[in-house]
């Protein structure tokens, strides 16, 4: 449990620093409305009638103050609202507020003399910085300049017992001000913190349940996401959508021979080459099925098109991980099926999937290791493959 009146801060410089963003939306957001309501209440309190009889310079007074905190309630409204909350605008616009405020009240106590006002004045500044998250040594610098400014401008005014026991008074109040703002400070943070650590949870979840524990690419739900996307873009910006199927030649063939932990690792294998093409070629990749996998990317250019899953083959093959029960080659090889779906196509999420399958399935007929392209056009299909003269397969 925190201590009454604790004189340490009970987290680590960490936790601090990675929440004083959300501490200064909170600040800014408090700033915001303390400043406002002192704005109008100082603005109607001039219309107060027993203090009818002002003179203009005393009118003055009171809009002055009423426009400079309005003018820090707006103030804090647009860092509130800014992307990035800087805490050193937050603790200035505070301090505004705060010698605004003790310079008014010490106007109120001085010239109009109305004793009971100047104390209204400083007990509100107590309760309004209850709303803030300050630590102990500036609360602690905060009160006692607000009751040692209190205390000598009221004393030469005010009879001495009643100068005494407004003092006293006023130090319980900061007293219990001090206290109450310790707590907030506690309760604030740690709810921060603990909000924090919660959607750093919720986000360690969502990545988890949307990628691939063995290859770290996407999975077949996130693909799905992808997919929706893609689909949209080809039907309603007229987008061309390439969609690669991929399947690892003769995978069980492998995991009989060598194992299900080599076969992992031509899994893991592949799942890094995926991920060099995702950085190169800004394409979408998944793991859809135990060795299939799906590529997805947006090329109006067939030519592009094609030199990227040309690049994806030549990949694989440049891995060379052996494979003695292959009868294609005497390492890891993969059939690709590619499917173009032109930019306007009314194509669903499955025909989707299944004509790119489809694809696929007629590059493994034809002999394994081997590009297929299907067109949404007329459904034709074709190979694709590496002319003797295509020598550059690089980076677009």
């Not at 050193?88 to 009240?105: E, K, Q, S």
């Not at 010239?111 to 004045?121: A, D, G, N, V, Y």
Request: charge should be neutral; hydrophobic fraction near 45%; glycine fraction near 6%.
């Amino acid at each position: 449990m925190l201590p009454v009146f604790p004189f340490f801060s009970p987290f680590t410089k960490e936790a601090l620093d990675s929440c004083r963003e959300d501490i200064c939306k909170h600040n800014a957001g408090s700033l915001f409305i303390v400043s406002f309501v002192a704005a109008v209440l100082i603005g109607l309190f001039s219309f107060f009638p027993a203090l009818s009889e002002k003179r203009i310079s005393i009118y003055a007074v009171y809009l002055i103050t009423a426009i400079i905190e309005a003018f820090v309630a707006f103030y804090a409204f647009y860092i509130f609202r800014h992307e990035k909350c800087d805490s050193l605008f937050v603790n200035a616009g505070f301090l505004a507020f705060y010698i605004c405020l003790i310079a008014f009240g010490m106007f109120l106590g001085i010239i109009q003399r109305p004793h009971e006002h100047s104390t209204t004045i400083f007990v509100f500044f107590i309760g309004a910085q209850i709303l803030f998250v300050i630590d102990f040594p500036r609360s602690l610098i905060l009160n006692l300049v607000t009751l040692v400014v209190y205390s000598v401008f009221s004393f030469p005014i005010k009879p001495f017992d009643i100068w005494i026991f407004d003092t006293a008074g006023f130090f319980i109040s900061v007293l219990a001000g001090m206290i109450i703002t310790r707590y907030m400070y506690y309760t604030v943070i740690k709810g921060i913190i603990a909000t924090r650590r919660l959607e750093i949870e919720r986000n360690r979840f969502r990545e988890e349940s949307i990628k691939d524990e063995l290859t770290g690419l996407s999975n077949r739900r996130d693909y799905l996401q992808a997919a929706n996307f893609y689909i949209s873009a080809c039907r309603h910006v007229h987008q061309t959508v390439c969609a690669v199927m991929m399947d690892v030649d003769f995978f069980k063939s492998y995991n009989d021979h060598y194992g299900h932990s080599k076969g992992d690792s031509v899994l893991r294998s592949l799942g890094k080459v995926l991920q060099s093409l995702i950085d190169e070629e800004h394409v979408f990749a998944a793991r859809v099925g135990g060795e299939e996998f799906i590529v997805l990317w947006i090329e109006n250019r067939i030519a592009e098109a094609e030199r990227v899953v040309l690049k994806l083959r030549q990949k694989i093959i440049d891995l060379q991980i052996p494979h003695e029960k292959s009868s294609v080659a005497p390492y890891v090889t993969a059939s690709l099926g590619m499917y173009i779906l032109r930019g306007g196509s009314s194509d669903s999420i499955d025909d989707f999937y299944n004509n790119a399958d489809a694809a696929l399935y007629e590059a493994k007929s034809r002999g394994r290791n081997r590009i297929m392209l299907m067109d949404s056009t007329d459904k034709t299909m074709r190979p694709v493959e590496l002319l003797p003269s295509e020598k550059n397969l690089g980076r677009r």
